[in-house]
C-alpha cells in the first residue's frame, strides 16, 4: 500500500454553490426531459450539478468500448447556462460486465461469502482487477474533460464505505500488520495480548479478520482491522485520484463524507482532499417519536428543550457541520447532499415544514459550507429511491412548493456572495476521535446497554456553546491545540503516544482543558495503562481514578457544590450512568458526591498546571450542569460569541468573518417565531434586504436572519 502526499492545495470558492446529483445517464431515452432539465436549472437558481454518480455502465457499456458523446453534450450544456459541473468518477457502483467476468472485483462478508452482484459499494479495495479499471475510466475523464470550461471539481466516487473479507484482502491486512509492527510477529501478540485464553499466533498465515464464526474479542486485533480498512479506503482513494491529478493538474478533488459515520476514520482521507464534503439528512419533525435516534446520541434520558425538538436536530447538524469544517483546519467545506423535501430510507419520511428547507441550508453555510446541494435533481422513475425527494418531482415541472424552496433558497445564496471563502474564527474545540470511539465501544464493561454513548456526550458538552453562540471545532486527538483557549475531551478511553504531553503543554501555556470520566484507561493497542488511570493524564488532572460505578438505569447520585468554590456554582445535580470514585492528588475539589458508600468523595475537580487549569468530571451529570459549568467558563475566558447577547431557548447564532466583515446568522428552531435584541452599539445590515438593523430581529417559525457587521467582542 502507498500513500499518496498530501495536496498543499487551499481551495475556496468565489460564490456559494447550489445545485444538486443530475442524472443524465438515466433519461437519455428522453430528450423532452433532458431539454427541460436545462430549461428549469436556471429558474431553480442553481449554478453547480454533480454529473456522472453511478454511471459506469453508460461511460462504458462493455469492457473498453466508451461512450462519452451524452456526457460531452452534457457538459457543453451545462456550460451554455453557467452551470459548473463537480464531475464524478463512476467506482461506487461497477457495471455488471465487469462483475460477471471478473468475480473478484466483488467483496466477501465477514463471514467469508462473496458477494452476489447487486447494490452498490460492492466491490474489493484490494482487487488489482477492479483498481485496474477504475484508473482507466478515470484517465479518460481526466484526459476528456480536464480543460472543460464546465469543470469545477472533482467528486470521487460517492460515500466510501465498507469492508471486505477476500483472501486478496486477508493478505493485505497481513502486510499491513507486518509493516505496523516492523515485521515482529511477537510484537503483535504482545499488542494484542494473545496470550489470553491461548490465542498466540505463531505463523503471519494464521492471522484473519475478525469473524462472526471465528475470533471477535481480541480488541486490540479488532481495532487494527478497522484501522486497516481506513487505510485501504485511503489507498483506494488516492489511487482513484492519482489520475485525476496528473490528467487535470490544478483541478480540486473531494469526495462525500457521512457525517459521523463509524466504519471509516475520516481524518485519515481528509488530508488526501482539496475540499471537505458531507451529506446531511437529519430527521427534521418528527415529535417525540422522532426523538428516539437523536436520543440515542445525546447524553440523558431527557431532551435539553422538552418542547423545542427541532432545536436537537439543530445541534446534532451543527456538530456535523462543524466536524466537517475542522478536518481540513477550519477550510470551508461543501454540503454535497440533503434533501430538498424528504428522505425515502428513514423510518418515517416527514415533510419539511414551511421555512424549514431555507433554515437547515443556511444553517450548514453558517457553519462554514459554500454550498447547498441536493440528492437529487430529479426523481428517478424506478428502483429503491424513486420516492426520495428531488428539485424536480415526477410531475415534471417547476409549479410546486419544493421547486419554489429551492428556487427563493438560490436567491438567498447570490445575496450572500460575499460569504464565500470566509472563515469561521474559533476558540473551543470538542475532541471526538474514531478510534476512541472504536475502542470505547468495543471494550466490554463498564456498561454494555449501549449507555455509553460517546458521540452524544461529546455533543452534551458542545451544547451549551452552540445555544450561547460560540463556535467550536470538533478534532481528532493529534490536533495541533494551540489556536485554542479551551479544550473539551469527554471520554477519552484511549491514548495514542503524544496526546498526554500535547495536552499538558497546552495547559501548562495557559490553556483550560475539561475531561472526564472513562479517560485515560488504554494506549493506542487497547491495552491498559499500568499504574492507575488516567493513566498519561494523571499528573495534569491530578488525580487517580480507583473504582467507577456503573448505575442502573433509573438509579442516581448526587454532586453538591458548597460555598465558596472558586466556580460560584451551588446546590445538588444528579448524577447517573457512570460516576467515577477519584482520589485527588494536587488537584482541588470543587463538588463531591451527596450519597452512597462514596459520598463525600471528589466529583468535579480542577488542577493548577502551569498557567492553565485542567477540570475533571467524575460523573455524567446531565445538560443542566453542563450548561452552568461551562457559562463559568465561557465568561471567564471571555469566549467571543456571535452575538454578545443572551438568545432564547432554540435559537443560535453563528459567525463568518472574512477579516474585515462578520457574517452573523441568526438562526430559529423552534415552531414559534421568536425575537432576538441586538447589541446596542452594533451597526448591521440586513443581507437580503441591504437595511440597516437596529433594536431586535424578529425571527419567524424556523426563520434566518444574515446580518452583516462587526459585534464580536
Known amino acids: ?22 442524472n443524465p445517464d438515466q433519461w437519455l431515452h428522453r430528450p423532452d426531459i433532458l431539454r427541460e432539465d436545462l430549461r428549469m436549472m436556471p429558474l431553480a437558481n442553481c449554478n453547480v450539478m454533480s454529473v ?50 471478473y468475480p473478484e472485483v466483488l467483496r466477501v462478508g465477514p463471514n467469508r461469502v462473496r458477494n452476489l452482484y447487486g447494490v452498490r459499494h ?21 484526459e476528456r474533460y480536464g480543460k472543460h470550461p ?54 503471519w498465515e494464521q492471522i484473519e479478520s475478525p469473524a462472526p464464526h471465528g475470533e471477535t474479542l481480541v480488541h486490540g486485533h479488532n481495532l487494527d482491522w478497522k484501522r486497516f480498512v481506513t487505510d485501504q479506503t485511503v489507498d483506494f482513494m488516492c489511487h482513484e485520484i492519482e489520475p485525476l491529478r496528473q490528467g487535470a493538474p490544478g483541478v480540486p478533488v473531494t469526495t462525500n463524507f457521512m457525517g459521523d459515520y463509524p466504519g471509516l476514520n475520516y481524518w485519515k482521507l481528509a488530508p488526501h482532499l482539496d475540499v471537505i464534503s458531507w451529506d446531511s ?53 461543501l454540503l454535497m447532499e440533503s434533501t430538498p423535501s424528504v428522505t425515502n430510507w428513514q423510518p418515517v419520511s416527514t415533510l419539511k415544514r414551511p421555512g424549514m428547507h431555507r433554515l437547515s441550508s443556511l444553517q450548514a453555510v453558517a457553519h462554514g459550507s459554500d454550498s447547498v446541494m441536493y440528492f437529487q435533481w430529479r426523481k428517478s422513475r424506478g428502483a429503491s429511491e424513486k420516492f426520495h425527494g428531488a428539485v424536480v418531482d415526477h410531475v415534471g415541472h417547476e409549479h410546486t412548493r419544493v421547486f419554489r424552496d429551492v428556487a427563493e433558497l438560490g436567491r438567498d445564496l447570490r445575496r450572500l456572495t460575499p460569504v464565500a471563502g470566509s472563515a469561521t474564527p474559533v476558540e473551543v474545540a470538542v475532541v471526538f476521535d474514531w478510534e476512541n470511539r472504536w475502542a470505547l465501544e468495543d471494550a466490554k464493561g463498564p456498561r454494555n446497554d449501549g449507555e455509553k454513548r460517546y458521540l452524544g456526550t461529546c455533543i452534551s458538552h458542545a451544547a451549551p456553546f452552540w445555544t450561547r453562540g460560540i463556535p467550536f471545532d470538533v478534532i481528532d486527538m493529534d490536533q495541533d491545540l494551540s489556536r485554542y483557549k479551551l479544550v473539551i475531551a469527554p471520554m477519552l478511553y484511549l491514548l495514542r503516544p503524544g ?93 463531591a458526591y451527596a450519597k452512597d458508600f462514596y459520598a463525600g ?113
Open 52 to 101: 456522472g454518480i453511478f454511471a459506469w455502465t453508460a461511460l462504458e457499456p462493455e469492457e473498453g468500448v466508451f461512450t462519452f458523446d451524452w456526457l460531452d453534450r452534457t457538459m457543453d450544456d451545462l456550460a451554455a447556462r453557467d452551470i459548473q459541473v463537480l464531475l464524478a468518477t463512476p467506482s461506487g457502483a461497477r457495471p455488471t460486465w465487469m462483475a460477471a467476468k
Open 601 to 713: 468523595r471528589p466529583a468535579v475537580t480542577v488542577n493548577a498546571f502551569g498557567k492553565g487549569r485542567a477540570y475533571y468530571h467524575a460523573a455524567r451529570m446531565g445538560e443542566r450542569f453542563l450548561d452552568d459549568f461551562y457559562a463559568v467558563l465561557a465568561n471567564d475566558l471571555k469566549l467571543v460569541r456571535a452575538l454578545p447577547v443572551d438568545l432564547p431557548a432554540g435559537v443560535t447564532a453563528q459567525r463568518r468573518s472574512d477579516g474585515e466583515r462578520d457574517f452573523i446568522f441568526v438562526m430559529n428552531f423552534n415552531e414559534q417565531p421568536q425575537r432576538v435584541d441586538l447589541p446596542p452599539d452594533g451597526a448591521f445590515t440586513d443581507m437580503m434586504t441591504g437595511e440597516a438593523v437596529s433594536g431586535a430581529l424578529t425571527l419567524e417559525t424556523f426563520g434566518v436572519r444574515v446580518i452583516q457587521g462587526k459585534a464580536s467582542q
Open 1 to 22: 500500500m502507498t500513500m499518496r502526499s498530501v495536496p498543499a492545495t487551499v481551495y475556496r470558492f468565489t460564490r456559494l454553490l447550489h445545485g444538486g446529483d443530475y
Open 281 to 333: 439528512y437529519p430527521n427534521w419533525h418528527m415529535g417525540p417519536v422522532g426523538y428516539t435516534p437523536l436520543n440515542s446520541a445525546l447524553d440523558g434520558a431527557q431532551p435539553l428543550w422538552p418542547d423545542r425538538l427541532e432545536a436537537h436536530w439543530g445541534l446534532f447538524v451543527a456538530f456535523l457541520h462543524n466536524l466537517n469544517r475542522s478536518l481540513r483546519g477550519g477550510q470551508p467545506f
Open 150 to 203: 464546465a469543470l469545477l471539481l472533482w467528486h470521487v466516487s460517492n460515500e466510501y464505505g465498507g469492508e471486505c473479507h477476500c483472501p486478496l484482502c486477508q493478505e493485505a491486512f497481513r502486510l499491513w500488520l507486518r509493516r505496523r509492527y516492523g515485521d515482529d510477529l511477537q510484537r503483535v501478540n504482545e499488542a494484542w495480548n494473545t496470550s489470553f485464553w491461548s490465542h498466540t499466533y505463531t505463523t
Open 122 to 142: 460492492n466491490h474489493c479495495y484490494t482487487s488489482p482487477v477492479y483498481r485496474d479499471k477504475v484508473r482507466l475510466i478515470n484517465a479518460r475523464l481526466a
Open 499 to 591: 496526546v498526554a504531553d500535547r495536552l499538558e503543554a497546552f495547559v501548562k501555556a495557559g490553556g483550560v482543558v475539561v475531561a472526564t470520566y472513562l479517560s485515560g484507561w488504554v494506549d493506542e493497542n487497547d491495552l491498559c495503562f499500568l499504574g492507575g488511570f488516567p493513566g498519561p493524564l494523571r499528573r495534569v488532572l491530578g488525580l487517580w481514578s480507583e473504582e467507577i460505578d456503573a448505575l442502573a438505569i433509573g438509579k442516581t447520585n448526587a454532586v453538591r457544590f458548597g460555598p465558596g468554590n472558586p466556580m460560584g456554582l451551588s446546590g445538588e445535580y444528579p448524577a447517573h450512568i457512570f460516576c467515577d470514585l477519584i482520589h485527588a492528588e494536587g488537584a482541588e475539589t470543587l463538588a
